[in-house]
C-alpha cells in the first residue's frame, strides 16, 4: 500500500509557474514508477508526465513537452512536477499515482495507488 499526497496547486496567471509535489507513505516509493495525470471539468483524465524508479527515464505528453519536468527524490520519498508557462488550458485537478509495472507506462490503467489531487487554476 501506498499513500500519495499532493500539493502545490493554486491560481496562478497565464506565463507563471507552479511546483506541484507528491509525497509518498508506505511501501517505498522508489519501487515505484510514478506519473503525473489532469483532469480537466468535463474531460477525461490524461496523462501529463512519467519518470521511471531511478528518474533516468521521463516521458511527457505533447502538452507538456518543453514546459513541464517531472523529477524525483528517493530519499525524500517525493515526486515533483515543474510547470513553467502555464497557459489558462492547463487548469485541471492534477494527480500523482504510482505503477508497480516494469515498463513506464503513460496509461493511467496501469497505475495502482493515486493521491486526492491538487488543483491548478490558470487565468488568462
Known amino acids: 500500500q501506498v499513500q500519495l499526497v499532493e500539493s502545490g496547486g493554486g491560481l496562478v496567471q497565464a506565463g507563471g509557474s507552479l511546483r506541484l509535489s507528491c509525497a509518498a507513505s508506505?511501501?517505498?516509493?522508489?519501487?515505484?514508477?510514478m506519473g503525473w495525470f489532469r483532469q480537466a471539468p468535463g474531460k477525461e483524465r490524461e496523462f501529463v508526465a512519467a519518470?521511471?524508479?531511478?528518474?533516468?527515464?521521463?516521458f511527457y505528453a505533447d502538452s507538456a513537452k518543453g514546459r513541464f519536468t517531472i523529477s524525483r527524490d528517493n530519499a525524500k520519498n517525493t515526486v515533483y512536477l515543474q510547470m513553467n508557462s502555464l497557459k489558462p488550458e492547463d487548469t485541471a485537478v492534477y494527480y500523482c499515482a504510482s505503477s508497480p509495472y516494469y515498463t513506464v507506462d503513460l496509461g493511467s490503467g496501469r497505475y495502482e495507488f493515486w493521491g486526492q489531487g491538487t488543483q491548478v487554476t490558470v487565468s488568462s
Open positions: 519518470i521511471s524508479r531511478s528518474g533516468g527515464t521521463k
Open positions: 508506505g511501501r517505498t516509493s522508489s519501487t515505484y514508477n
